[in-house]
């Protein structure tokens, strides 16, 4: 029984395939994870100068915590394709909870430019602080137009919907606001929404995000905040929570699905629940425990579990005197009537260690939980010296470990439960199984070939500094898969760079400039040249030829055609002009298995009959008789050569020819012009002649146009290139070349490359993203009473390297017209031949730098001529048109 068909009837299972996070201090998983493990805590503390730069009194009641993530003023605007004004003006928490979800996407190896199916997003973020103590303060005018901007940029209804526009997702898309539970509630939904296939992906998280960023807090008796900056969950001296910056994402799919297409699953959500208080509770903000109850016990339903199978209950735990007691009261009534056992159900809460992250919350603790899982561990849960007294009756069934514990379940696979309890009464609850141990997947290929794209070439850098950094520890089965990710799983960026890398050697780039660009125009397919046997490297067939199942298949059947020895002449050249044919005609067949089509093929002395072959001209069985005859007759003499050129003229009178379908070429001599001329026996018997006469007409060089990539149909560039033992060089400059391929823009189908072998999907170093200062402040501009709503960010982006090449303006208008643009846009310096949406324009900005053109020049020009002309150069003949003659533009012309 194959590894899916064993679990073909867990269909109702979701399975988890990324995980991405920020919290202060950690930006990524394995930095949480080693957090979480080492029992630290994320708090901080002010400094004196900062209490005082932010006018906070230091009272003894005042509480120095600083739980920020920091920096939050930079962001990647052009990397998603914001001006950094539409950037400055947006909610750090839409940027964040963008952000994550980029990276949970590339950490689950798949790129929703080309993939198939329904990719959806449900997430929450928190109230938004940034417009309260940022924009707000900074507005100086009015206008539809900026009123939608402002909306789109602060509002909570766009902070799903804005990052799945930029990821390009087309499955459902909610924004889910349940205060607290929101993150987990995505969870929870977008398990149905899969289940019930209204999507076959689903990203899901939160963000949160405090403003200002150094802030304490005045605590209060018997307030919801710590009084002295710890958050003791289900400690008898808890005194509150804490609240700290935060976000997550996860990456979900139907579990058999992601057993198919050879994701990694990190763990398995067997069912969950949601439900409300209601009017049980009693106030708006107090918990309820019979809703808690109903909620985890109809989870446990769901997954078609029972209290005692669990073993650890990642629990909502903020901290708080009143919600921690509710909560261990509403999991006792939950578990106790079903076991007589204690202490077997470990009690955590990751608030103890990174804060309170509100609407992020529930996947935080999410994230936490699938981890444990996954390495099998119990970390410590810190601050609980003296555990609540409901935990000490000896009865309890769940305990707090404050060590790290090995997380042991002899006789069946590990469960958990995760709650997630929303202020307003919403409460979610998820039932976490440990993953199946996939079965390893060799890879036939001993050099692997890895290939990196970036928008920029300092983040193409990056890139290929953590990657280093990756190899280092990966093993042999990681290494295939990270080259299958990036090749398969990464969207495509104009700066690209390659790497052959085999274990014990050092990585080899392809071009040791970095920062080669992609054509973005690939108007010259490859040319490929199958060389005479004087240009071509014999080697031994071996266990090489086997590496690629393509070639390895289509030489089987080549050698099948190889014509019978004659006993005459040197056998061995004979064996080498049919072995070369079988080798080109293959290697030929691999290409086009890549999905690389040539733009024609040429071919030298004996390796015309391979390039015919492979354009489809002659039969296999055709060439190499003739190719044979040819090389004979070329290495011998008198009698003997003329008894092989006859050979020779009667194949070509009686051999089958079709019409190609591939231009074909000679580097020397007469060029055939139609499929009649290579048809004609006069051809190849001229062509036999002409080389009996000048063997040195077989040394001609590859005839190709300027730039124009050729691909040798050759395992070796030179000949005296030697073989590493175990072959595995034979195939070096074949991945060489395909690299060069790639980097140049030619489409690779990876999948054929990968023919014969089972990879997955595994997570990577995430894309480092380029950032600068997109950020409002009152005092951060003088310009803020000449803008119709906001000022600019005092930073600016450059100009976006993938843009054409730099012309700067020539007239008045031009200039007047670059300094709008660099103004409203945050970008300098802008060319005249600049397309307005690549600078991260967009028709809402349009409208109130078109209005601000049209006063500037005394001009009116409807908004759809500047949605046209798109160029400072096209806008400025429009101006001119409308001073010549007067005549309001309107859009068409």
């Keep these: 029984m194959s590894f899916e068909n064993e679990y073909e009837d867990n269909k109702a299972d979701i399975a988890i395939i990324a995980l991405s996070i920020r919290l202060p201090g950690i930006d990524t998983v394995s930095k949480f994870w080693e957090t979480i493990l080492n029992g630290e805590e994320v708090v901080a503390d002010l400094s004196s100068q900062e209490v005082k730069e932010n006018a906070m009194e230091a009272r003894s009641d005042f509480i120095r915590t600083n739980n920020n993530i920091g920096e939050i003023e930079n962001f990647d605007a052009a990397f998603f394709n914001f001006s950094t004004r539409e950037a400055s003006m947006m909610d750090p928490q839409h940027r964040l909870l963008l952000e994550t979800a980029w990276e949970a996407l590339e950490a689950a190896g798949y790129n929703p430019e080309s993939y198939d199916g329904l990719i959806g997003m449900y997430a929450g973020v928190y109230a938004n602080y940034y417009q309260m103590f940022n924009l707000l303060p900074c507005i100086k005018g009015n206008g539809a137009a900026s009123e939608l901007q402002m909306q789109i940029a602060s509002e909570k209804d766009h902070a799903a919907t804005m990052a799945a526009y930029k990821l390009g997702l087309t499955g459902p898309v909610l924004n889910v606001q349940s205060a607290c539970s929101s993150s987990l509630a995505a969870v929870h939904l977008a398990c149905e929404s899969l289940l019930t296939y209204s999507s076959d992906m689903m990203v899901c998280g939160g963000a949160t995000l405090g403003i200002p960023q150094t802030h304490g807090y005045y605590y209060q008796d018997n307030g919801l905040l710590s009084t002295d900056g710890h958050l003791r969950a289900f400690d008898a001296k808890a005194t509150g929570t804490l609240y700290s910056d935060g976000a997550g994402c996860v990456v979900l799919k139907r579990f058999n699905d992601a057993l198919k297409d050879g994701d990694t699953i990190h763990a398995v959500i067997k069912g969950s629940a949601l439900n409300n208080d209601g009017a049980l509770r009693a106030g708006y903000t107090a918990p309820a425990v019979k809703g808690q109850i109903q909620v985890i016990e109809r989870a446990q339903m769901a997954a078609g579990v029972n209290a005692e199978d669990i073993s650890y209950i990642e629990a909502h735990g903020t901290g708080t005197p009143l919600g921690d007691a509710i909560e261990l009261e509403a999991l006792h009534e939950v578990f106790a009537p079903h076991t007589g056992k204690s202490a077997f159900c470990a009690l955590g809460s990751v608030k103890s260690n990174v804060g309170h992250t509100g609407p992020a919350a529930g996947i935080v603790g999410l994230i936490k939980t699938v981890i444990a899982l996954r390495e099998k561990t119990l970390p410590p849960s810190i601050h609980t010296d003296t555990p609540h007294d409901r935990l000490m009756t000896g009865l309890s069934p769940f305990y707090l470990n404050p060590i790290q514990l090995d997380w042991s379940s002899p006789n069946q696979r590990r469960l958990a439960g995760v709650s997630s309890f929303g202020l307003g009464g919403t409460n979610v609850h998820v039932i976490l199984q440990e993953a199946p141990v996939q079965p390893p997947a060799p890879s036939s290929k001993r050099i692997k070939l890895f290939v990196l794209s970036a928008k920029s070439a300092e983040s193409l850098y990056m890139q290929k500094q953590s990657l280093q950094q990756f190899l280092k520890s990966a093993s042999g089965e990681q290494l295939a898969d990270a080259a299958y990710t990036l090749q398969t799983g990464r969207r495509l960026f104009e700066h690209r760079a390659v790497w052959l890398y085999r274990r014990g050697m050092e990585p080899e780039w392809m071009d040791r400039e970095m920062g080669r660009k992609a054509h973005s125009n690939l108007a010259m397919q490859p040319l490929f040249h199958f060389p005479d046997l004087s240009g071509f490297t014999a080697l031994d067939p071996g266990d090489w030829i086997s590496e690629e199942p393509a070639f390895h298949t289509s030489f089987i059947q080549c050698m099948k055609h190889a014509p019978q020895k004659s006993g005459r002449g040197d056998s ?108 004609s026996s006069d051809f190849w018997i001229k062509y036999l002649n002409d080389a009996l006469e000048d063997k040195a007409s077989l040394q001609s060089s590859v005839n190709n146009l300027r730039d124009q990539l050729v691909l040798e149909m050759n395992l070796h560039e030179s000949s005296d290139l030697l073989v590493e033992g175990d072959g595995a060089t034979v195939w070096r400059n074949v991945y060489r070349l395909l690299g060069q391929v790639w980097m140049d823009g030619y489409p690779v189908n990876w999948k054929t490359y990968y023919q014969g072998e089972r990879r997955h999907r595994i997570a990577l170093p995430a894309y480092p993203f380029n950032k600068t200062r997109c950020w409002v402040e009152c005092e951060d501009s003088d310009i803020a009473a000449d803008l119709p709503f906001l000022p600019i960010s005092e930073s600016v982006n450059l100009r976006p390297e993938q843009l054409i090449g730099y012309i700067a303006p020539r007239t008045e208008t031009q200039r007047e017209l670059v300094a709008a643009w660099e103004l409203y846009l945050g970008v300098t310096p802008i060319g005249i031949d600049d397309n307005y949406y690549e600078l991260g324009g967009n028709s809402l900005l349009a409208a109130s730098l078109n209005a601000h053109i049209c006063e500037r020049f005394g001009v009116t020009l409807g908004l759809e001529v500047f949605l046209e002309q798109q160029t400072v150069a096209r806008l400025a003949e429009s101006i001119e048109s409308w001073r010549f003659d007067s005549t309001p533009v309107k859009g068409g012309h």
């Excluded at 044919?581 to 890549?594: C, E, K, M």
């Excluded at 020779?648 to 499929?675: D, W």
């Design 572 to 679: 061995a050249l004979q064996d080498r002009a049919t072995y070369a044919i079988a080798v080109q005609v293959s290697l030929f067949g691999l290409w086009d298995s890549w999905g690389i089509q040539p733009s024609g093929c040429q071919g030298t002395g004996v390796g015309l009959f391979a390039a015919a072959s492979a354009c489809g001209l002659l039969t296999v069985a055709d060439a190499m008789y003739l190719g044979n005859c040819f090389t004979a007759a070329l290495a011998t003499t008198g009698q003997e050569r003329s008894i092989w050129v006859l050979n020779y003229q009667q194949r070509v009178c009686r051999m089958k020819t079709e019409p190609m379908k591939i231009p074909l070429a000679v580097p020397q001599g007469r060029q055939p012009q139609s499929y009649e001329d290579w048809s």
